[in-house]
């Protein structure tokens, strides 16, 4: 069974930030790209950061705008998200994904519960 735990959401005011984690298990991950998809209320989900299987390739959606940093650790099968100058319209549900491509958008077979980040003014 496939299992994505994500954690380190929480509460931040703008311009703050916060390290979002995602730990794997139920099989070999390091052959797989790993990323984070965001539910903003109201919006659709929208891809936010992928990271190829080796950590040689890495991509953001549009609205990163240079702010967020995605990285990986093949040995623990872990996934992380640093988030810095955060906005309050990042607020949202961010989930962790994974799949045997890197999908520059929403097409992962495999998704995690997701973790709330809120940023307040």
């Known amino acids: 069974q496939v299992q994505l735990v994500e954690s380190g959401g929480g509460l931040v005011q703008a311009g703050g930030s916060l390290r979002l984690s995602c730990a794997a298990s139920?099989?070999?991950?390091?052959?797989?790209?790993m990323g984070w998809v965001r539910q903003v209320p109201g919006k659709e989900r929208e891809f936010a950061a992928g990271?190829?299987?080796?950590?040689?390739?890495?991509f953001y959606g549009n609205f990163v705008e240079g702010r967020f940093n995605i990285s990986r650790d093949n040995a623990k099968n872990t996934v992380h998200l640093q988030m810095n100058r955060l906005k309050p319209e990042d607020t949202g549900v961010y989930f962790c994904?994974?799949?045997?491509?890197?999908?520059?958008?929403?097409?992962?077979?495999?998704w995690g519960q997701g973790t709330q980040v809120t940023v307040s003014l």
């Open positions: 994904v994974t799949g045997p491509s890197l999908d520059y958008g929403l097409g992962y077979p495999y």
């Open positions: 139920g099989r070999d991950f390091s052959d797989y790209a």
């Open positions: 990271v190829s299987w080796n950590g040689g390739f890495k």
